[in-house]
Structure formats: structure tokens, C-alpha cells
């Protein structure tokens, strides 16, 4: 059975954006792929964290995860950190990896563009991703458009260590969803909607009052046209509201932008509201069964366990081809 494999740092809450790029993603395969979900917690630290809100948000990930449909019996569910492997190959990786290649990765070229003083880790997390990755041997990674870079360089990574060292690990390729591949902030829709976002009017959170979540809907930014059309580029804000509810309802873009041509902006949101109030509400139901029962210890136990014993093995191979032994 071919294996997909992602995960969703806990630098944030998680956010529409995370359950329509890669969580859905992730339920909708569960039946027919061996799926890997993890938390990337390792990734977090990249930049600032305090302790006590990363330790809740690890726990309120997995919490999510399992809220949102994803199956602990179909899916190994593990925490990166408890993992050490994936640091250890990284490290590997990182020797088979060129600074230019390394530098080209225009998510980090985004975030330092600002001037800010970034740590070294910011800058060499792709490559722990790819460790991440080829460690098990992954054919698919589910992921947001904002991440097919990274799938690119794991790929890039595993492909000149295997042409060095022999044939070691398997190529991963990127698996975009048609759409949702990325869902917009409500107040810039130019921009991704993303957890580490400063203005949570423009993004909307999985653990949101279902109220709260149809007011930012309601005050999402649009254009003055009062023409209910799929344009991305000259209507990102309008063509955002028809994903989201396109990929919430699993209706083909095409016919939502049928169903909605004759409604005024303000009819459109308000539907758009109640389906993501809806979707909320059946996510946070399930979340307060789970979050403080055992559940979540369980499945973490089992998915170390496991993943530790792949990791090892894979790692031995790689130390042993390199000739890291005696
Ligand atoms: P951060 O701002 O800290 O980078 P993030 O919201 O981008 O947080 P990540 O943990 O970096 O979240 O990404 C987790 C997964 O969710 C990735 O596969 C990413 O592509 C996907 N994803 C994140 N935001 C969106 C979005 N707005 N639309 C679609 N997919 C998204
Ligand atoms: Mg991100």
C-alpha cells in the first residue's frame, strides 16, 4: 500500500486553511493509502514559542486531527520531538544539501525579507521536512500550494543521495488539492490564511465560536463589482468564499459559482458563513470528547512505538552507506 505523510506545526491555532490544504486531504485518502500524520513540533521552535502554550497547542493538534474525521486506526499519529531520528537524518540531509538550493526557498526568503532577525533553524527547517518525509518512505504528501517547494527539495535531496549512496529512499511527490489549494486571508485575499497570522480578523480558526467564525465571514473583504464570479486574480476575495464553501461542500467550483450568480454579496456570505458555522460546530463537538479523555496519550504512545522502529532502521541504512560505523 503506498504511504502519504504530513503534518501541521503547532506555531499556531490550527485554521481553515490547515483543514482544507492538508487535513481533509488526509480523511479523504485514509481509506486507501497507509497515512502518517504528525506534529510537527520540532518545526515550532523555528521561531519563538513560549513553553507552556506549545506544550497545549501539541496536544490540541493531535485533539483537532482526530476531531476532524481523521481515523487513528488507519492513520500513525506521532509527535516529531518524541521521535529523534528525524534530527538525527536531517542532519545528514543538511551535508547533502547546497546553501543555494537551501537559500532558494522563497518561504524563507518571505519571511526574513522583512528585515527581522531570524534564527538559523527558520532557514534550514525545509530540510528537516525532507527528513521528515523520506525517513518512511512516503509516496504523497498531502500539502497546501505553499509547500510544494519543500516537496520539491525533499525530492531534489533524496534524489542526489541516492545517486551517491544507492538506491535509499523513495521520491516523494506533492498531492495539491484542486481546490482550496490555498485559502486566503478574509481580510487580505491576496495573502495565505495562515496560523501565525497577526490579524485573526482575516482567519479563521478550527476552535472559533461558530459565531465568531460567521462574523469574520460577514466582514470578509470583497470588490465592488456585486458580480458573483471565479476569478482569482481580479476578484480574490469573492473566488475565496466560492472555495471555501466549494471544498467544505465537495461541490465542483464550477456549479457553486453556478448556484451563486444571481445572489448579492451579502446572501453569498451569508451561506458561505453557515456552512463553515456548520462544519465548526461538528469539529468542536467531537474535539471536547477527546481532548480530555485518553485517547490522545493512547494514539501517541503507539504511533512512537512504531515510528521508532522504521526510523531506526532507515537511519542505520543511511549511516551505513555513508560509512558512519566501525
Ligand atoms: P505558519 O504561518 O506558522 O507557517 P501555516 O498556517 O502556514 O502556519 P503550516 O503548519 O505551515 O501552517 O502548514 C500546514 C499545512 O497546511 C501545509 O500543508 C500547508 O500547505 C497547509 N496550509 C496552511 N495554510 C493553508 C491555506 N491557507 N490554504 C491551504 N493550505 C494551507
Ligand atoms: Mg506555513
Given at each position: 500500500?503506498?504511504?502519504?505523510?504530513?503534518?501541521?506545526?503547532?506555531?499556531?491555532?490550527?485554521?481553515l486553511?490547515?483543514?482544507?490544504?492538508?487535513?481533509?486531504?488526509?480523511?479523504?485518502?485514509?481509506?486507501?493509502?497507509?497515512?502518517?500524520?504528525?506534529?510537527?513540533?520540532?518545526h515550532?521552535?523555528?521561531?519563538?514559542?513560549?513553553?507552556?502554550?506549545?506544550k497545549?497547542?501539541?496536544?490540541?493538534?493531535?485533539?483537532?486531527?482526530?476531531?476532524?474525521g481523521?481515523?487513528?486506526?488507519?492513520?500513525t499519529?506521532?509527535?516529531?520531538s518524541e521521535?529523534?531520528?528525524h534530527a538525527?537524518l536531517?542532519?545528514?540531509l543538511?551535508?547533502t544539501?547546497?546553501?543555494?538550493?537551501?537559500?532558494?526557498?522563497?518561504q524563507?526568503?518571505?519571511?526574513?525579507?522583512?528585515?527581522?532577525?531570524?534564527?538559523v533553524?527558520?532557514?534550514?527547517?525545509?530540510?528537516?521536512?525532507?527528513?521528515?518525509?523520506?525517513l518512511?518512505?512516503?509516496d504523497?504528501?498531502?500539502?497546501?500550494?505553499?509547500?510544494?517547494q519543500?516537496?520539491?527539495?525533499?525530492?531534489?535531496?533524496?534524489?542526489?543521495?541516492?545517486?551517491?549512496?544507492?538506491n535509499?529512499?523513495?521520491?516523494?511527490?506533492?498531492l495539491?488539492?484542486?481546490?482550496?489549494?490555498?485559502?486566503?486571508?478574509?481580510q487580505?485575499?491576496t495573502k495565505?490564511?495562515s496560523?501565525?497570522?497577526?490579524?485573526?480578523?482575516?482567519?479563521i480558526?478550527?476552535?472559533?465560536?461558530?459565531?465568531?467564525?460567521?462574523?469574520?465571514?460577514?466582514?470578509?473583504?470583497?470588490d465592488?463589482?456585486?458580480?458573483?464570479?471565479?476569478?482569482?486574480?481580479?476578484?480574490p476575495?469573492?473566488s475565496?468564499l466560492?472555495?471555501?464553501?466549494?471544498?467544505l461542500?465537495?461541490?465542483?467550483?464550477t456549479?457553486?459559482?453556478?448556484?451563486?450568480?444571481?445572489?448579492n454579496y451579502?446572501?453569498?456570505?451569508?451561506e458561505?458563513?453557515?456552512?463553515?458555522a456548520t462544519?465548526l460546530?461538528?469539529?468542536?463537538?467531537?474535539y471536547q470528547e477527546?481532548?480530555?479523555?485518553?485517547?490522545?496519550?493512547?494514539?501517541?504512545?503507539?504511533g512512537?512505538?512504531?515510528?521508532t522502529?522504521?526510523?531506526?532502521?532507515?537511519?542505520?541504512?543511511?549511516?551505513?552507506?555513508?560509512?558512519?560505523e566501525?
Amino acid at each position: 500500500m503506498k504511504k502519504t505523510l504530513t503534518g501541521l506545526k503547532p506555531s499556531g491555532e490550527l485554521t481553515l486553511g490547515s483543514l482544507i490544504g492538508a487535513i481533509k486531504q488526509m480523511k479523504d485518502y485514509q481509506e486507501d493509502y497507509d497515512s502518517y500524520l504528525f506534529v510537527p513540533d520540532l518545526h515550532a521552535i523555528t521561531v519563538p514559542q513560549d513553553p507552556k502554550e506549545l506544550k497545549e497547542r501539541i496536544r490540541k493538534n493531535v485533539g483537532l486531527y482526530l476531531a476532524c474525521g481523521i481515523d487513528p486506526k488507519r492513520n500513525t499519529i506521532y509527535l516529531q520531538s518524541e521521535n529523534l531520528y528525524h534530527a538525527n537524518l536531517s542532519w545528514v540531509l543538511e551535508c547533502t544539501t547546497y546553501m543555494g538550493e537551501a537559500s532558494r526557498m522563497t518561504q524563507y526568503k518571505d519571511k526574513t525579507s522583512k528585515g527581522e532577525n531570524v534564527s538559523v533553524g527558520l532557514f534550514t527547517y525545509p530540510i528537516l521536512m525532507a527528513a521528515d518525509i523520506i525517513l518512511y518512505d512516503a509516496d504523497y504528501v498531502p500539502v497546501g500550494i505553499d509547500q510544494k517547494q519543500h516537496v520539491e527539495l525533499a525530492r531534489d535531496i533524496a534524489t542526489r543521495f541516492n545517486n551517491k549512496y544507492g538506491n535509499t529512499f523513495k521520491i516523494p511527490e506533492p498531492l495539491i488539492p484542486k481546490t482550496g489549494a490555498k485559502i486566503m486571508d478574509l481580510q487580505a485575499p491576496t495573502k495565505k490564511m495562515s496560523k501565525s497570522a497577526d490579524n485573526y480578523k482575516g482567519t479563521i480558526l478550527l476552535l472559533d465560536p461558530p459565531e465568531t467564525a460567521k462574523k469574520k465571514i460577514m466582514s470578509a473583504v470583497t470588490d465592488s463589482d456585486n458580480l458573483v464570479k471565479y476569478d482569482p486574480i481580479n476578484k480574490p476575495g469573492i473566488s475565496n468564499l466560492l472555495t471555501i464553501y466549494s471544498s467544505l461542500k465537495e461541490i465542483p467550483i464550477t456549479e457553486v459559482e453556478k448556484h451563486f450568480q444571481d445572489y448579492n454579496y451579502g446572501s453569498l456570505k451569508k451561506e458561505v458563513a453557515e456552512v463553515v458555522a456548520t462544519t465548526l460546530t461538528t469539529i468542536q463537538k467531537k474535539y471536547q470528547e477527546i481532548i480530555n479523555s485518553n485517547i490522545i496519550n493512547e494514539v501517541l504512545d503507539a504511533g512512537r512505538e512504531k515510528t521508532t522502529k522504521l526510523a531506526e532502521a532507515k537511519l542505520k541504512e543511511v549511516y551505513h552507506k555513508i560509512g558512519l560505523e566501525r
